[in-house]
């Protein structure tokens, strides 16, 4: 019996991905025959007040979406580099109000660039659903990815993030059976998040080129954009997954980046754009004769 793929039997129907900012981005890089480039950056990593200045360097350098970290003291999808960055960031006072004043700070300077608030449901929980809704929209928000909110415990977030205009991107793992396939994309609006590998953020690459077929399969049964993440780290990865998947997610290498520059803020922003831009380069797709 032959491998058995998200595609097999995954039909939603008439259902469509909502037509909100995230949505649009990936019909802009489908368009442009490319990947749609998504990058993670933990906020407040070095700090709160340098935030706006990475999640920039990282726009102008060709990232379509950012995925702004909430640091959270007890992750469970996060390898050693993304802990590190959320222990930095708690140690320098981040707080779930001060990420959202970072993103009006982003905004107010005029920079566009997709954002989606990624982290843990106990934040969001304690700061209550509704609030965090609402004030993530004012703040810039195009969507929340939470990590550990499965589709069917999300309706208390899910209809005020709807009624707020935000989107919520569910993930799917590659143990994910056909079925539950089926519902995840059913209730994603924006994007899917793919997730390439068993294990933590960070870990050593799987087949990436299955990983992007895998999600080129489930992007055309279902009707939304898959875009795939964990493992992909250098330009190479990601055009292997790039030729086939709607996006490309790349964090912990990012995060190294920054990691390695310590207080040197100059030395991260450079490093970010360097990297950001090679990435960006692979997710163009060859030219067919």
Not at 138 to 149: E, Q
Not at 225 to 235: C, D, I, N, S
């Amino acid at each position: 019996m032959g491998r058995q793929t998200w595609g097999e039997g995954v039909h939603v129907g008439a259902t469509t991905p909502s037509g909100g900012r995230l949505a649009a981005t990936f019909a802009r890089a489908r368009a442009e025959d490319r990947a749609a480039l998504v990058i993670y950056l933990c906020a407040g990593d070095p700090s709160l007040a340098d935030t706006p200045r990475l999640v920039r360097a990282a726009a102008e350098a060709g990232a379509d979406i950012v995925e702004l970290g909430m640091p959270f003291s007890d992750p469970t999808a996060d390898g050693p580099a993304i802990q590190r960055a959320s222990e930095r960031a708690l140690s320098a006072g981040a707080t779930l109000p001060g990420v959202l004043g970072a993103l009006r700070e982003l905004r107010a300077g005029g920079c566009d660039v997709r954002v989606v608030r990624f982290g843990y449901y106990i934040p969001i929980l304690a700061y209550g659903e509704a609030e965090l809704a609402r004030d993530a929209a004012a703040a810039g928000v195009d969507g929340l990815l939470v990590v550990d909110l499965p589709p069917e415990e999300a309706a208390p977030l899910r209809e005020p993030a709807t009624a707020a205009g935000l989107d919520l991107v569910p993930l799917v793992a590659p143990t994910t059976g056909i079925e539950r396939a089926r519902a995840v994309a059913a209730e994603a609006t924006g994007f899917v998040y793919a997730v390439s590998m068993t294990g933590v953020t960070g870990s050593a690459a799987g087949d990436l080129a299955e990983a992007g077929a895998r999600a080129s399969e489930l992007a055309e049964a279902s009707g939304r954009p898959v875009a795939v993440g964990f493992g992909v780290k250098t330009p190479e990865d990601a055009a292997a997954v790039a030729a086939q998947a709607d996006g490309v997610v790349v964090g912990s290498a990012l995060v190294r980046r920054v990691e390695a520059a310590g207080a040197d803020v100059d030395a991260a922003e450079a490093s970010v754009r360097e990297l950001v831009g090679a990435l960006s380069k692979a997710c163009q797709r060859p030219a067919t004769p």
